[in-house]
């Protein structure tokens, strides 16, 4: 538990500021096919090693690299969008897992793939998903800018610097780096819920970029932790416990929120009067 307790506060740090800029783009359907991307290698890894945690996570990073460099790089250079490229590309990968975990595995052994175990994290891969946190933080504090400019206006960025593409494909891979580290914790098919749930909850609770990504990664956190517990007091499996846990703040963000809150638009408050 205490494991679980650190791997779900590294995954949050990392992956909460990712989904607020999912969100801000539009691209939350992009991490979700990118989750789905990283199944093949895994799946590789799984093939010649077994349930080996270090094999199945390098795998699950050259895949999911490989798919995000040749949607960018097909979007980037034809007329097709971006969300057809990677649906092309992750459904081909997908299949490609399924087949591959199918034919060496079983069902169990599928069903972890899937949906994960992060009760049976161990140190060396707790390990990788703080080397993961930690990486993630630092590229987005250089890449900050430009990203938070091409959410807003792209045109603009375009029109005075050349930082887009290069900021682009650095935040694609760091959608991978932290997929894959919530693939051992949530599973492929769980891994993207503590990037966009906790950025949906913070739409609600702030307007400005950096007070999103702080109500992310507390809501994120929070999650983690409550998910944990409701796993650890019921027979609920802990992948699904957070997420199910992401998902009633979310609802209940929505209601109450003080940003757009049903709540909020119902009752609004006195405006100030001359």
Not at 146 to 151: C, F, K, Q, Y
Not at 168 to 196: D, E, P, R
Not at 212 to 229: D, H, T
Not at 239 to 261: D, K, R, T
Request: hydrophobic share 60%; net charge positive.
């Amino acid at each position: 538990m205490r494991r679980a307790l650190a791997a779900v506060i590294a995954l949050s740090l990392g992956g909460a500021p990712i989904g607020v800029f999912l969100m801000l783009r539009r691209m939350s359907l992009v991490g979700d096919a990118m989750a789905h991307a990283i199944l093949p290698g895994a799946a590789i890894g799984f093939l010649l090693y077994g349930l080996n945690l270090l094999a199945m996570i390098l795998g699950g990073l050259t895949a999911g690299f490989l798919v995000a460099i040749l949607a960018g790089v097909v979007s980037r250079s034809t007329g097709l969008k971006e969300d057809a490229s990677l649906a092309t590309f992750y459904l081909a990968s997908l299949a490609l897992g399924v087949t591959i975990v199918s034919v060496k595995g079983t069902n169990i052994d599928l069903l972890h793939v899937l949906f994960g175990n992060i009760l049976a994290m161990d140190d060396q891969t707790l390990l990788v998903v703080a080397c993961n946190a930690t990486i993630t933080l630092v590229v987005l504090a250089v890449i900050y800018r430009p990203l938070v400019i091409e959410s807003v206006d792209p045109l603009f960025l375009r029109t005075v610097s050349r930082a887009g593409t290069p900021a682009h494909l650095a935040f694609l891979a760091l959608v991978v780096i932290n997929l894959v580290s919530g693939f051992q914790a949530l599973g492929t098919l769980l891994a993207v819920g503590l990037m966009i749930l906790p950025a949906g909850i913070a739409k609600f609770w702030s307007r400005d970029i950096s007070g999103m990504i702080c109500a992310a990664v507390v809501s994120a956190i929070i999650s983690g932790y409550a998910g944990l517990v409701l796993s650890f007091q019921t027979r609920i499996p802990s992948g699904p416990a957070i997420i199910l846990v992401a998902a009633v703040l979310y609802i209940a963000s929505v209601l109450f929120g003080s940003v757009g809150g049903v709540v909020r638009q119902l009752f609004p408050g006195r405006h100030l009067e001359a």
